[in-house]
């Protein structure tokens, strides 16, 4: 019974939802959309729900309804009816022997123009009608391959990069355009388009905003404050009506009180992008196909999609369930959102509202210590709310405290030399940092690392005193970049950390090149510790 009302109350609130947001592809084109992702008539799913139509959405479904039947060429009324998206970096021939010189030639290859004039009012704009693109109004950064659109935790690890590159314009455009959707949907979603709408990303905008103010000045914390308040309280949504031992979108509040947040998505459907997938895995779980794609669309907000990190079996996809978690990297970055708030109200002499938020972020450290810190692991993890359990899987998530934390430096250093040891055991490896050390098949498992993990973990470290061992990660990950790109001429999403002669695999989709988050951390790290060895 208490299943059924917590089902007729979350398609209720996502009918509700649904209808202030943008028309997604598969409302648009219905049975259409529905053809195209099952029969799978292009390999990537991401492929139709880019596509650009010729002409009126309603007469493309007119003729689709007059002309399907047994002899109907799906795939060739579609590419008559659309235009394919078009990915420029594919025509891009690397001539640089220097990796350095071909990031910065890389920059003007994933440069994306504005898709709205920003002197021009920008409040209701319109989408252009069958189109997923939400418009932006400065320019930005694109991660490369099928990511042709800006993506929320993926551009502060860009920006890195911009950073080293002197490329202080373009960060100042990408912190605007992402204020600019918090100010538009209430939040920055997951990447510009419309099925991307119903959940975030890791919030890394105050960062954004913190990297911007190095480089410009304190103004840049007041600029911005509106924007980082109103990104909390989305997070935030929903906390102050809840009693202990309730739960609602990204809030949780605990048995004893202490309030704290997951991952979330405001959809239970298949996602657009990966439609087919998301289907399929429903179905071979035998599980209720809603809390399925609930939980499938949480992992995706994580950023982290998909890990064992999810996984009640520790193993397979099908024992997802995100949303029981609290993240520990998640609660660290709120943190850091809460103390970044804390900074832009001192810039403008609001202490009695400063004073409000360094109370929230103080209580937000003693809940991380209180519910994700492991004493037998000596590593941050993950908490369980639903089973009150601690998860035993170390993954790189468990450094972002050290990367944030203010107040106790001796304590975090103390930690910092336990935790270093956990990293070299369960996480090191020849090339860098796996993302668990668990080998599921899934991407964001080993024997895989990532740029962004890989950064969270040497800065974590040599934040906290473990130099050496920062500076001997940081030598393996850019040693690995360098020589796969001697190798292939490409800067990779993800690499494949055990063996590195071997790709990366894993994911719903084939290796990307390109690649944003990885150039912008190659630089930052070759900036701060110089080449590596060979």
Known sequence: MKKTIWLFSLIGYVLTAAAQLPATPDKIYGELFHQVQMSKIFPDGKTFVDCTPRRAPKDIMYDYGLRKGPQFDLKKFVEENFDLPHTPQINYITREKDVVAHIKNLWGVLRREPDITPNSSTTGVTIKEGTSLLPLPYPYIVPGGRFREIYYWDSYFTMLGLKESGETAMIENMVKNFAYLIDTYGHIPNGNRTYYLSRSQPPFFALMVELLAEIKGDSIYANFLPALEKEHRYWMEGADKLAPGQFTKRVVKLRDGTVMNRYWDDNAAPRQESYREDIE??????????????????????????????????????????????????????????????????????????????KKAEKRVLAIDKYCWSKTLNFYTDYNYRTRKQSDIVSPAGMYPFCFFLGKPDYMSLLARRVGEVVREKLLKDGGIQTTANATGEQWDAPNGWAPLNWMVIWGLDRCGQRELARDIADRWMKLNIEVFQRTGKLMEKYNVADTKLEAGGGEYAGQDGFGWTNGVLLKLIGKYGMPKQ
Not at 284 to 295: D, G, L, P, Q, T
Not at 299 to 304: K, L, P, R
Not at 328 to 334: E, S
Request: hydrophobic letters at 40%; glycine letters at 6%.
């Open 281 to 358: 895995t429903a179905e071979k779980s035998k599980r209720n196909k809603a809390e399925m794609y609930v939980h499938l669309r949480a992992g995706a907000e994580s950023g982290i999609d998909f890990s064992s990190r999810w996984f009640a079996d520790g193993k397979k996809i099908t024992s997802i369930q995100t949303t029981h978690y609290i993240p520990v990297d998640l609660n660290a970055l709120l943190y850091k959102l809460e103390m970044v708030i804390v900074k832009g109200n001192m810039v403008k002499h609001q202490d009695s509202i400063a004073a409000l938020f360094r």
